[in-house]
């Protein structure tokens, strides 16, 4: 029964046939997919360690450790006492995010995407926050902009503080947009490929310069200037491009010169 109430329904579990690699690791991912196509729903009880055991045709000790990967996913929790067993969870979209985090800064270092990839996501989904924002910001979005630009203005600020505050400060603004699909996406976009790409290029980057387009942005933003608003933004963005360029430059030169 579903979390131990209800009407008792049939659930389906994706046993297939294992390979030689890691069996925790296919049991894992096989009973990930029954979650995700829907064959197992939220607070649905999975069955024993014995059971999948013998139905994996595995030792209990590698349930055990598919089951370890599954909660260190989130997506399962154990509970004790006579209604205890493993359910299924239903992760938080901060889980989730996180998630798509790792994998955006995974795919990053492994230089599945270009900086010029980058840019050009980045650009296109910072004008259509900026744009929303502009329309829909209350003044706690105000006030966590107007904050960040503060830390900027600081000359005391690091340049690796300011990198920090500069994530934030566009955090805050996809915040404004108060769209959560928007919010879901870019916090992989601003929280993995922001951050890599800051500390790449931040020796070609003028501080000053990006602190006058925060302002810019920050300045239409509040007075719900959508047209000018995503005009700055646009500026900001054409400007990291530029930057994206020379730094791949200055990385080609490094590289040619180690060898």
Request: aromatic fraction near 6%.
């Amino acid at each position: 029964m579903p979390g131990g109430q209800g009407e008792t329904r049939k659930m389906t579990i994706n046993y297939q046939p294992l390979v030689a690699e890691s069996l925790a690791k296919q049991i894992a991912e096989n009973i990930r997919s029954s979650i995700l196509d829907g064959s197992l729903k939220v607070d649905d009880q999975l069955p024993t360690e014995e059971v999948l055991a013998e139905k994996f045709n595995v030792s209990r000790p590698t349930i055990r450790e598919a089951l370890k990967r599954l909660a260190a996913q989130n997506l399962i929790r154990s509970r004790r006492g006579p209604a205890g067993g493993t359910f299924v969870n239903r992760p938080s979209q901060e889980d989730l995010s996180s998630s798509l985090t790792g994998a955006a800064m995974l795919l990053v270092s492994m230089g599945e995407f270009s900086l010029s990839e980058i840019a050009e996501a980045r650009r296109e989904l910072e004008l259509i926050c900026c744009r929303l924002a502009a329309e829909r910001r209350e003044e706690k979005h105000l006030l966590a902009l107007a904050e960040e630009i503060e830390r900027q203005t600081n000359p005391a600020t690091t340049d690796v503080d300011f990198c920090a505050s500069d994530v934030r400060f566009h955090r805050a603004l996809v915040n404004a947009t108060r769209n959560p699909v928007l919010q879901f996406v870019m916090f992989a976009v601003i929280e993995a490929l922001q951050p890599a790409t800051n500390l790449v290029i931040f020796r070609f980057r003028e501080r000053e310069k990006i602190l006058a387009q925060h302002e810019r942005i920050y300045a239409a933003i509040r007075a719900r200037h959508a047209d000018v608003a995503e005009e700055a933004m646009a500026e900001q963005m054409n400007y990291l491009c530029e930057q994206y360029a020379q730094a791949q430059e200055w990385r080609r030169d490094r590289d040619e010169a180690a060898q």
